[in-house]
């Protein structure tokens, strides 16, 4: 029975520090960006450079919103309440803008690859 308490004592720190690291890009789970009250929620996201990355953006407005991105080469209609997955390739180093294309006065956001 003692054993099991100092195991548990053990485990428990380990389990809590798991759950505070940082999600890598070659984990399954795409990285999230939300559009909310006009603008895009982060606003700014850092990637690895040269590793594939799913986003997943996130309309949580009742109106239809674009993820656009010349630099990307992306454009991608997000209905309202709805979301979509969009697939980018290993990025080079380097800072790439995205925008809404519906909302001329929505900020930009940006995805910087390091």
Known sequence: MES???????????VFMS???PVRAEDD????VRF?????????LVVPAG?????????STNEAVEFESFELNRERVVQPGHE??????????????FF???HK??????ITAR
């Open 100 to 102: 809404d294309d519906f």
């Open 51 to 59: 590793a594939p990355l799913r986003l997943r953006v996130v309309n």
């Open 105 to 110: 006065n929505a900020g930009e956001g940006r």
């Open 29 to 32: 789970a795409p990285v999230v």
């Open 19 to 21: 759950l505070a690291l």
């Open 84 to 97: 979509i997955v969009v697939y980018l390739p290993a990025l080079a180093p380097g800072t790439y803008t």
């Open 36 to 44: 909310e009250d006009r603008r895009f929620e982060p606003a700014e």
């Open 4 to 14: 099991s308490k100092t195991a548990a004592w053990i485990l428990a720190p380990l």
